[in-house]
């Protein structure tokens, strides 16, 4: 017995166009040389990786880069630490750069900022591919953090500039501001966070209250996934996360509900319908 859900996919999800332009890039050059090299995985989502590694795309990471000699490396979105450029530099390798314009435009404020010799505070996820590459512009002295509570462990300077990755929360950028200024630190705060992630905050929200429930697709890496999800789990407590089609689970489904589709802007259109067809499905 069909339950005859009336299923609608988000337009505004799907890939940032930082993304759309590395995957352009990676399959141009695929379709040319049959192989390619990515510094890491070239997008948080792992069934767009396994369709990449399928057309030829050989993941690897920093490691390895040192032993490679005269071949084409892309690097992906996220960005670069200097460190990368001296190694290809040095090696012959020919660096494909997929850097998004809004992270490369971050990496040269912070650079600046060090320069200047600036105190800098990034607020960002550890260990996150782009909050290494941002670390790199400051010889690894800025502090990063990715919670307020964090700092109460360490000796602050009196002044500092504040930075932020460029998929985090824009409230919480501003609440953490506002905290600092409150705890009498001279903070001078700069807002990189990109438009086109946090416009997503607010579409999403109108967006996941249109619907009985809520099916947000996205890898488990992708840090905006996890923030997009609690968008849509505060608009909407019916939401339902999953990295695939595989992890719907009809039971949750109840006859002629209307389900939206979502996802972070690492999650691949393509991925979306799949799970589209399959809740029509039911």
């Known amino acids: ?162 930075y932020s990755q460029t998929t985090k929360s824009v409230d919480k950028f501003y609440a953490i501001k506002d905290e600092l200024l409150k705890r009498g630190y001279d903070v001078k705060a700069n807002d990189t966070i990109c438009r086109q992630v946090s416009n997503r905050y607010e579409d999403l929200n109108d967006f996941a209250r249109g619907y009985d429930k809520i099916v947000f697709v996205s890898g488990k890496k992708s840090s905006n996934g996890k923030v997009l999800y609690d968008v849509c789990k505060a608009a909407n407590p019916n939401s339902y996360f999953i990295s695939g089609s595989d992890e719907l689970d009809s039971s949750n489904f109840n006859e002629g509900e209307t389900i939206g589709i979502c996802g972070a802007t690492s999650t691949p259109m393509w991925l979306m319908k799949e799970v589209k067809k399959a809740l029509e499905q039911f």
Do not use: W
């Open 1 to 162: 017995m069909s339950k005859n859900l009336q299923v609608t996919i988000d337009k505004d999800s799907g890939f940032c166009f930082g993304v759309v332009y590395a995957i352009d890039m990676a399959e141009e050059i695929l379709e040319q040389d049959g192989y390619l090299y990515c510094l890491g995985d070239i997008v948080h989502n792992d069934e767009e990786v396994a369709r990449l590694k399928a057309k030829g795309l050989r993941i690897i990471n920093h490691d390895v880069l040192p032993s490679l000699q005269n071949e084409k490396v892309l690097i992906r979105a996220h960005g670069e630490a200097p460190e990368t450029y001296k190694i290809a530099l040095e090696n012959n390798i020919t660096l494909i750069d997929a850097s998004c314009p809004v992270v490369l435009k971050l990496q040269n404020r912070i650079k600046t900022s060090y320069d200047e010799d600036e105190k800098i505070l990034i607020f960002g996820k550890h260990g996150h591919a782009e909050v290494i590459g941002l670390q790199g512009q400051t010889n690894n002295e800025a502090i990063v953090f990715q919670d307020i509570a964090e700092l109460n462990q360490i000796e602050l300077p009196s002044s500092f500039t504040l």
